[in-house]
């Protein structure tokens, strides 16, 4: 179980994201995937990933935001695990998650 050392602030949610020089500056799209009370799940769409995301991390309205809504973020390492997760999430617009083709 994980248990909280008396020295770490809790009062962050953007404590589980590595420090911002470990992000990607590198901006992807995706769809949103499902959603839970404080967080959800970013389906990449130029590449077989699933991102969690903190809410926090969301710069919209979040009671407004529903499964496949696109939306734009970069990457980030989850201070915990290591993982990839999405930080800096926007919603676009659809046409533009359209995953890109290569053409002749």
Known sequence: SFHQSPNTPLSSPTSLVAPTSMSTAIR???FIDKRQHS???????????????????YSGNIDLMKVGDPVEFSTA???RTGKPIAV???TIDIS???PSTLSD
């Open 28 to 30: 992807e799209k995706g």
């Open 39 to 57: 967080y959800g799940f970013i389906q990449c769409c130029d590449r077989d990933a699933r991102l969690f995301f903190h809410y926090s991390e």
């Open 77 to 79: 390492s989850d201070r």
């Open 88 to 90: 800096q999430v926007t």
């Open 96 to 98: 533009q998650a359209v």
